[in-house]
């Protein structure tokens, strides 16, 4: 029986056990990391697909780690929500983000040619389960003296399927302040399109695989019915339609034609620096 056991331990999947122990190093270093101040965020332009003006910008996360060098949030956010820690990470990113916002505010005081950009921010389900989300959110915003209305929370629509009142509350005091809600991921979690209407949302970030279904010209017709639906359906609740992974003109260009309010993706520019952000959206490159 014992060698049965050694037998079985041999089977195991090397590789898993090794992200096992990584996943559990990642864990256990996570709230030292937010002290050290090793977390840092990447902005990436979000344009208008009129006119190609850059309008706002979303907050990425990274952990710069000392030995597995930059992470990406896939790497860390799921290990965050786990254990509780992305409530300061989340509140870490939230302050980080507005801080830099309102420097863009200004900056475009001081340079009539610099927009005041819009920042966007991503709530995870255990944020907007906390308590603290709408005191934290008012208390970041005078603090920074950013307006409501520059700051828009970004929740996955699986996070909001079957959301009961007690759930959409805070969301809709925040959406009362002039903050946007925007749906993120939308598309992917078979949500009720009539739901729509009760929550407290203004803004549909179509998920990528839609934007992917934009690659060839002409696209599919179905995969094009489906898009012209949603966004005749977004506009009609006064929903404006965010489409995001646009990597290629012809996309781009497909997805403005159905009537896609704004863009984000490579094909405008990868997740950077912040003070990049701003020199692109002063020269207006794309
Ligand atoms: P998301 O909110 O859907 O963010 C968009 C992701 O698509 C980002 O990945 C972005 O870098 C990537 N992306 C942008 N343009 C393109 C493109 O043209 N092509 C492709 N293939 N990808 C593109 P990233 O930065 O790795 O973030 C992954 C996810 O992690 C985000 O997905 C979001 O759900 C989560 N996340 C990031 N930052 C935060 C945060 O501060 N808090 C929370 N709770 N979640 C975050
Ligand atoms: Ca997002
Ligand atoms: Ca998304
Ligand atoms: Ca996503």
Partial sequence: AKSAGGNRFELADPEADARAITRHGLTTALPAALERGEFFIEYQPLVHLGDGRVHGAEALVRWSHPQHGV??????????????????LGRWVLQEAVRQARSWHEQADRDRSAPPLRINVNLSPTQLHHPGLVADTVDVLERSGLPPGALCLEVTESALIGADEDLLKPLRQLAEMGVDIALDDFGTGYSN??????????????????????QQHPADPVDRKIVEGIVSLAHSLELAVTVEGVETGVQAEQLRQLGCDTAQGWYYARPGPPDRLHTLSLADAV
């Fill in 71 to 88: 992470l990406g949030p896939d790497h860390f956010i799921p290990l965050a929500e786990h254990t509780g820690l992305i409530v300061p």
């Fill in 193 to 214: 399109l009539a739901n729509l209407r009760r929550l407290p949302v203004s803004v549909l970030k179509l998920d990528r695989s839609f934007t992917q279904g934009m």
